[in-house]
């Protein structure tokens, strides 16, 4: 599985971007998917995860709310919806995908990764 994430940019406090990770191969619709994001000297960070279907969702407690993950499995496509973006959501996001896992939110439970895509909030 190889992914491609795209849709990060410069954007004000407050504004919204969508990010999408479009992964290559038939079977992509087998594999959970997960956002991470990573900013200088820090370790990457889980942001949030949806199982193959799109019927369970995950996200990190301090983004509850502002932050959806959803998926189209006939475009091998995952989307993260951030709205009242903050500042400090400034980072790259990478996506991810596993066939399954224990836990969602630990990075090293994920096979595949995308290159990621840079996300910056202003002031």
């Known amino acids: 599985v190889q992914l491609q994430a795209s849709g990060g940019g410069l954007v004000q406090a407050g504004g919204s971007l969508r990010l999408s990770c479009t992964a290559s191969g038939p079977t992509f619709s087998s594999y959970a998917s997960g956002w991470f994001r990573q900013t200088p000297g820090k370790e990457r960070e889980f942001v949030a995860a949806?199982?193959?279907?799109?019927?369970?969702?995950f996200y990190a407690d301090s983004l509850k709310g502002r932050f959806t993950i959803s998926r189209v499995n006939a475009k091998n496509t995952v989307y993260l919806q951030m709205n009242t973006l903050k500042p400090e959501d400034t980072a790259v996001y990478y996506c991810?995908?596993?066939?399954?896992?224990?836990?969602?939110?630990?990075?090293?439970?994920?096979?595949?990764w995308g290159q990621g895509t840079q996300v910056t909030v202003s002031s």
């Open positions: 991810a995908a596993v066939r399954g896992w224990y836990d969602p939110t630990p990075h090293d439970e994920y096979d595949y």
């Open positions: 949806i199982n193959w279907s799109g019927g369970r969702t």
